[in-house]
């Protein structure tokens, strides 16, 4: 048995990362709208966490990972041949926020579509309902063609079946109650494991999940952990899945793919523009794991492919588009592997295919929640959920989406980091920021009524709008309360280039429509009454892209607004005058004054029981 104080030899390493962990905990608690005593017991909580996790990288010991409650998910490794005595992957990304809240992901369809199946004799493999094979897809591989798709698919959903305990603790998926689908593409399989495709292959599992839908029903998002040689998004297929995104309003993930490290790596699905494209984390210091993107990590920016044509493509516009959205553990998982039989299971897995179904889970459990308490399909668009998750990532240290002052205001024409996006997966965040107060979270504003362009409303000072903007127009939101100066403040825009899918069976015929070049705003104001503008404060006006992402300081308490803006588009080939899109924001309110009341309080409290304890010593 080790020292229990080993881990002290080196006392100045454990105080940085200590002081680092403390310091991003400060940061991403103390700048929510909340009231302070929840941030107080939220920061105290996660201090706790800290220490459990510090034990767990000295006993290497899981039941360390679970003292809180015993609650399943997927596990990491340190390292070795010890498969399940790094971290709670779920527990690291924020999902129990949704899990505590009665979400895990029943009222979602979640699929991920592969060169084949999962194994379905896996024991984490109990949620999968439906199989959907592709034109001239066998439904018989080898065993070891199943090993991919089942560790996708336990990453994403897998459920080892009630109840979970210490010795199934790692069997759990991100949305776990989630109904899982399975698509097959591959025609036929390589020596080396790599297999085969063609258009129809493809075409006829995305299209049944997403359009013609099993049952009268349809998927509501949909993992691809696999990819092809093309980093401009123009290829058939690329093109055809965005176009089924686009028609149905469907949530599709991608990898970022395992390229390395220079610019334009984001290839195959990754590379297209209706999605969500997830880049991977090193594992790194078990003390505060998944912290820095992973060398193999796909990343941007990525060549832009300019359409004079539906299918006609000038050469590369420049690298000037960032393709990876947001990025999650992609490095010492351990996850299903039925080649080992019906319950095992295999440590130091790596790559992107096992970030993307992290965040895909994640998005079935912002589905699950969108259902339950919203219960309309705006709620649960691809454009929505992509925003708030977008929105709600944990920026990590080198995070960098080229902001800088100009003409006095803050301004990005980058968007978002070309290694990890927005940053890392944070569901308890998006979690406060979707769900509004009623139901427990803290969105003051949950989707404005009508989807229309033409928008001119006051809002609270956290919450997501599903909307319509006009070309050459501005939609405008006024927050209600005025910002706290020195406060975090968050706002993410995400839509969809315009493509028509083609045929449903092979995507022939699939094009470019519109490609709308809409621009982030964020404005001071003086009054709820006048609503006179005083100065744009910051603006992400990125070329080519489907995401403006400001993440920023607010330099002075004040009434703040946000306009959406549609000057111009880079293709019209349909006469198109408007675009659909998703708006995510968080702001910290001023505190009213009952509030710093209880503030004061608590921390007196928390002192003069403390004087004591010291006085009775």
Known sequence: MKNPFCWLGDRSAVWLELATFFRLSYNGIMQTNEFPLTKLLKLLKNIGRWIVTGLVAVYGCPSLVLAEDGRSGVSSSLGGSTPLNGVNINRLLGADRFYDAGFTGSQAIVAAIEGTVPDLSHVT??????????????????????????????????????????????GH????????????????????????????????????????????????????????????GNRLDTIG?????????????????????????????????????????????????????????????????????????????????????????????????????????????????????????????????????????????????????LNSAEKLPDWDNGQSTSAGHIVTTQSLDYAQGAGRM??????????????????????????????????????????????MSTNSYFLNQPLAGDSLFSATLAWFVDRNPGSLADFSGAGEEHFANLELDVFQFDNLIDRNRIRTVAQSISMFSVVEHLSFQIDAAGYYGIDVRFPSSHWNFVGSDSEIYGLAWNGVAVPEPHSLAMLVVALTGCCFRGGRRIGDD
């Not at 090993?147 to 897998?158: C, E, K, Q, R």
């Not at 997403?210 to 980093?231: H, K, L, P, Q």
């Not at 096992?354 to 998005?363: D, E, H, I, K």
């Not at 009508?450 to 006009?470: L, T, Y």
Request: charged share 10%; glycine share 12%; no cysteine.
């Open 125 to 170: 493999m109990s949620n999968v309902t439906e199989r959907v094979y592709g034109t001239a897809v066998p439904n018989t591989y080898q065993v070891a063609h199943h090993n991919h798709p089942t560790a996708v698919s336990h990453a994403m959903s897998g459920n080892h079946g009630p109840p979970p305990t210490n010795t199934v603790y790692h």
């Open 241 to 389: 899945t965005d176009g089924l995104a686009n028609r149905s309003g469907k949530l599709l993930v991608h990898i970022a793919g395992n390229a390395g490290s220079n610019v334009s790596t984001v290839r195959g699905f990754g590379a297209g523009y209706n999605a969500i494209t997830v880049g991977a984390l090193e594992f790194g210091n078990p003390l505060i794991p998944y912290m820095s993107v992973a060398g193999f990590s796909g990343r941007g920016p990525n060549d832009v492919a300019f359409a004079l044509e539906t299918n006609v493509w000038t050469a590369s516009q420049g690298q000037t588009r960032a393709a990876v959205d947001i990025v999650a553990p992609g490095r010492n998982l351990t996850l299903a592997r039925p080649t080992g039989g019906s319950n095992s299971y295999v440590s130091n897995l790596a790559g992107t295919s096992y970030a993307a179904p992290l965040v895909t889970g994640g998005a079935g459990l912002l589905i699950d929640a969108g259902k339950t308490l919203y219960g309309t399909s705006q709620a649960i668009d691809a454009r929505v959920i992509k925003a708030v998750l």
């Open 173 to 232: 998926g991100i949305a776990y109650g989630a109904e899982t689908w399975a698509g097959a593409i591959a025609t036929s399989f390589q020596s080396n494991g790599d297999y085969n495709t063609d258009f129809a292959s493809t075409a006829s599992p995305y299209s049944t999940m997403m359009v013609t839908g099993v049952g009268g029903r349809t998927a509501d998002v949909i993992n691809s952990s696999w990819w092809f040689d093309n980093s401009f």
């Open 426 to 471: 944070n569901l308890s965040n998006a979690f406060d920021q979707y769900v509004n107060l009623a139901d427990g979270g803290l969105a003051t504003t949950a989707d404005l009524p009508g989807v229309f362009p033409g928008v001119d409303a006051m809002v609270g000072s956290m919450g997501w709008d599903f909307a319509q903007v006009g070309i």
